[in-house]
Every structure is written in structure tokens, then in C-alpha cells.
């Protein structure tokens, strides 16, 4: 079954530093899609990423990029130089071939970046 | 409107009683999603509709009952709410059931069951 681990339940920092929220996945597929969500304090989910199983090129996009491995089985979202509008709970989420319609998020991460 | 649109936002509601939450989406999107979020448990899948007329169980769907009569409208409805169902509820779509597409989610229906 396929399974979305993120440890990180809150991860706090001072504002301008760096952050990586970490992301583990388990599937029994060879074929899968990796997201990541952002849901600020005014609780909208927006999707931000996606990756698939056969594309292990790490992704950057302004300050947010992102580090995929299959050989760890993890997919992690750094920030740089992070700003107060990054506070959010960050989501990780996963989608088999195999079972399409079910995306299965994670627990989320709350990042708080502190003025 | 433009994007999905979830009806109520918020809601108090005596345990026992029926609650039917609405979603809408314009996006003429064929696949379409519930989700319930609770502190430290995610997002989980509850029901979810590939194409109007079909209808799937979730990760959660005990309690809960969905219907797909045309593209555009997916209700959830509790038929008698427990406590254990306090929760914010989220439709989400995607315009086909592929699992590369990226889900839409609306703004959330906050329901606390008493």
C-alpha cells in the first residue's frame, strides 16, 4: 500500500534562513507521481510540484526546489531565504499508476518562519 | 464562480442529525474528490467520482455517502452525524482521473458535530 511519511510534524526558523521539510514514500508501483502542497493560514491547498517516477532531475523554482531519490525513497522541499509569507503546513503527497484515483497525502509539516 | 466552490463554511451540527456539504466546480473536470483533514492525520480520501455517474470508496468512507448525478455537483452527505466526523471537509477535482494530474481543492467546509 502506498504510504506518505513526513517526520517533521513543526519545523520553526528564523526568517532569511534555509529549511527542508523531508518527505518519505513507500509504493509498490514503478510508476508513481510525487506532489507537494502549500496550505497557508487562510486554508486554501495549492499544489506547488510534481514529479514523476522516471524523472530524478531535482527542480528549482525561485527560492522552493526540490530534491527527488528513489534510492532513499524521499522527495524534500527546500526553501531558501525563507520569508514570513512561507508559514504554511506544507503537504506531501503521492500518486500510484497502479491506483490513480487515490492520492495519498501525509501528515503535513507545519512551517512557521518567525520575523 | 470560477474553480470549485464548497457550501457551507462552517457548520454546527447536533450528532444524530443528516448534513448534506455541497461542491460545485466550473471547470467541466471529470474526476472529483472528498477529503477530510484532521489535526495530524493529513488529508484523507473519503469518496471519490472518476466520471459523472461512477462513484469509488476512499481511505475513510464509513459514514459518509456521495452521488455524481452530472459533472459539475459532488454533495457529501453524513446521514447521522457522529462527533467523530467533526472535521474540514474538502471537494477537490481534476480534469481527468489520471494520477499525474494535479488536484483543485476548495476553500473547505469546517463541520463540528456535537
Known amino acids: 500500500a502506498q504510504k506518505v511519511t513526513q517526520a517533521q510534524t513543526e519545523i520553526s526558523v528564523v526568517e532569511k534562513e534555509d529549511v527542508t521539510l523531508d518527505c518519505v514514500y513507500e509504493t509498490r508501483d514503478t510508476t508513481y507521481y510525487l506532489f507537494w502542497y502549500k496550505q497557508p493560514p487562510s486554508g486554501e491547498l495549492v499544489f506547488l510540484i510534481r514529479r514523476n517516477s522516471f524523472d530524478e532531475q531535482n527542480e528549482i523554482s525561485g527560492r522552493y526546489s526540490w530534491n527527488f531519490q528513489k534510492s532513499t525513497s524521499s522527495f524534500n522541499f527546500t526553501i531558501t531565504a525563507s520569508q514570513v509569507v512561507d508559514s504554511a503546513v506544507y503537504f506531501c503527497?503521492?500518486?500510484?499508476?497502479?491506483?490513480?484515483?487515490?492520492?495519498?497525502f501525509g501528515t503535513g509539516t507545519r512551517l512557521t518562519i518567525i520575523p | 464562480i470560477a474553480g470549485i466552490t464548497q457550501a457551507p463554511t462552517s457548520q454546527i451540527l447536533a450528532a444524530g442529525r443528516r448534513m448534506t456539504l455541497r461542491c460545485t466546480q466550473d471547470m467541466r473536470h471529470n474526476a472529483m474528490y472528498w477529503y477530510r483533514q484532521d489535526l495530524g492525520l493529513g488529508l484523507r480520501l473519503i469518496h471519490y467520482?472518476?466520471?459523472?455517474?461512477?462513484?469509488g470508496k476512499g481511505e475513510v468512507p464509513d459514514g459518509y455517502s456521495v452521488s455524481r448525478a452530472n459533472t459539475d455537483d459532488f454533495p457529501l452527505t453524513l446521514a447521522s452525524a457522529v462527533p467523530s466526523q467533526t472535521s474540514v471537509y474538502f471537494c477537490?477535482?481534476?480534469?481527468?482521473?489520471?494520477?499525474?494530474?494535479?488536484?483543485?481543492f476548495g476553500e473547505g467546509s469546517r463541520l463540528t458535530v456535537l
Open positions: 477537490a477535482s481534476r480534469p481527468q482521473a489520471l494520477p499525474a494530474g494535479e488536484l483543485f
Open positions: 503527497a503521492l500518486s500510484e499508476a497502479f491506483d490513480g484515483e487515490k492520492l495519498t
Open positions: 467520482s472518476n466520471t459523472a455517474g461512477t462513484t
